[in-house]
């Protein structure tokens, strides 16, 4: 499929606004980003259509968030498989992300990211969404100390945290 930017920037902010930012009660009714709320109503994020995920994030290692808290590159998750993203993803957050005190998550439509019965995947493109490595850990102690973690299993906070504090310690 031919992504058009407008139609993935649609798509991401109805999933943040109907989902992401949303309560679920087997979250212990917490939304799956607490902090998904203020970041799509202050515009603080940057969709972009990714050429290769590698190309991508190690443009961004150089370059930095353009003054953004997250910046989502979106692939057809068809020409991008899962191992090839995941794969990219690892290297870039251990080659040149980290270093750079950022990091990258992944989501891709055929790993489904399910928590407590909760499946936590856009569903519909491949996604590579980068943060400050500081802030994203900042954020997580606050919320952690409020109990946001105390509901999630522990198979998919260890990978969660892999290149991150573990803010439950």
Same mark, same amino acid.
């Given at each position: ?66 003054g ?14 899962? %191992?090839?993203?995941?794969? #990219?993803?690892? $290297? ?10 950022? =990091? +990258? *998550?992944? %989501?891709?439509?055929?790993? #489904?990211?399910i $928590? ?10 491949? =996604? +590579? *969404?980068?943060?400050?490595l ?36």
């Amino acid at each position: 499929m031919l992504l058009k930017l407008e139609d993935v920037k649609n798509n991401i902010e109805q999933w943040i606004t109907n989902f992401v930012e949303v309560p679920h009660a087997d979250l212990g009714g917490w939304a799956p980003c607490p902090y998904a709320r203020k970041a799509r109503i202050d515009q603080d994020f940057d969709v972009r259509l990714g050429l290769a995920p590698i190309h991508d994030l190690t443009q961004i290692s150089r370059r930095g968030l353009a003054g953004k808290s997250v910046i989502i590159f979106a692939y057809d998750p068809k020409d991008i498989p899962h %191992d090839e993203l995941s794969h #990219a993803v690892d $290297v870039c957050n251990r080659e040149f992300l980290v270093p750079n005190n950022l =990091l +990258a *998550l992944e %989501d891709h439509p055929d790993a #489904a990211e399910i $928590v407590n019965g909760v499946v936590m995947n856009n569903g519909t493109y491949a =996604l +590579a *969404l980068i943060q400050s490595l500081t802030d994203l850990n900042e954020k997580a102690q606050l919320v952690g100390r409020k109990g946001f973690y105390n509901t999630w299993p522990e198979e998919y906070l260890t990978p969660l945290f892999k290149h991150r504090q573990d803010p439950r310690l």
